[in-house]
């Protein structure tokens, strides 16, 4: 218990008791090896981020990732911000990181498309480097702090990662925290946004059923960008403004 107060000593004070409780779903064993190891990342300082920084009271939305990037440097905590980004733009369109990104690369097309600085049919490196950014978001930390001021929560399915190997073993630990977290969280008025086939997991939770759910394809897939579900959903949080 000790140990489990001290993991959870920096989240916000209103995850506690809700935390608790799913942190209670795990057996024995991988519990342990969540608080006797540090051989996975992000580390134990990091990879409840994303309880630290938005409140249970101001949560609209979880957004489910899969699991944590499989590099120390980008893995943060958060789905889908990817620390080894820091600016989102270059003098060449988007920064060499984002490009790189790909999921996050068509994350930021489509909230261009939502703003209407880029054209459907126009969506290349020198289209965009003519865009003015004046007043757009110029590093992947104000995105993070948009999605919260939005009141998006940044989840991934299992919330650390070792290996390659581990990541199936991962993601299937974690399903009961996940299950439980929702359990909990059951009676708010919560919405999930869910990416992709492995975010759908979520779906067949037993009590998911109550809960208001958001199906889009994968940011990885390029569809993604012009799809007007998507387009509707995300334009009205302007995650682009600084």
């Not at 909230?111 to 459907?120: A, F, Q, R, S, T």
Request: with cysteine; aromatic share 14%; glycine share 4%.
């Amino acid at each position: 218990m000790q140990e489990l107060n001290s993991l959870l000593s920096g989240v916000d004070e209103s995850w506690r008791e809700v935390l608790f409780e799913a942190f209670g779903s795990f057996d024995g064993e991988y519990l342990s090896y969540i608080l006797g190891n540090n051989d996975f990342f992000p580390d134990r300082d990091n990879f409840l981020n994303a309880f630290k920084t938005l409140p249970l009271n101001k949560t609209k939305y979880i957004l489910f990732g899969q699991d944590p990037y499989p590099r120390k440097e980008s893995a943060t905590g958060y789905a889908f911000i990817d620390g080894k980004v820091k600016e989102i733009f270059s003098q060449k369109g988007l920064s060499k990181e984002v490009n790189r990104a790909t999921s996050l690369r068509n994350f930021i097309k489509m909230l261009l498309l939502c703003k209407g600085l880029i054209d459907e049919n126009e969506l290349s490196q020198e289209k965009i480097s003519t865009i003015d950014k004046n007043g757009l978001c110029d590093n992947i930390w104000c995105l993070k702090n948009n999605f919260e001021k939005s009141g998006v929560l940044l989840l991934n399915m299992a919330l650390i990662f070792s290996s390659k190997d581990e990541s199936r073993m991962h993601l299937k630990r974690w399903k009961s925290f996940i299950e439980t977290l929702l359990f909990c969280l059951k009676d708010r008025d919560i919405t999930l946004i869910l990416f992709g086939r492995a975010s759908k997991e979520v779906d067949k939770f037993q009590f998911s059923q109550e809960y208001k759910k958001v199906f889009f394809p994968h940011p990885y897939n390029i569809e993604f960008i012009t799809n007007k579900e998507v387009h509707r959903f995300f334009k009205p949080m302007n995650l682009l403004r600084v």
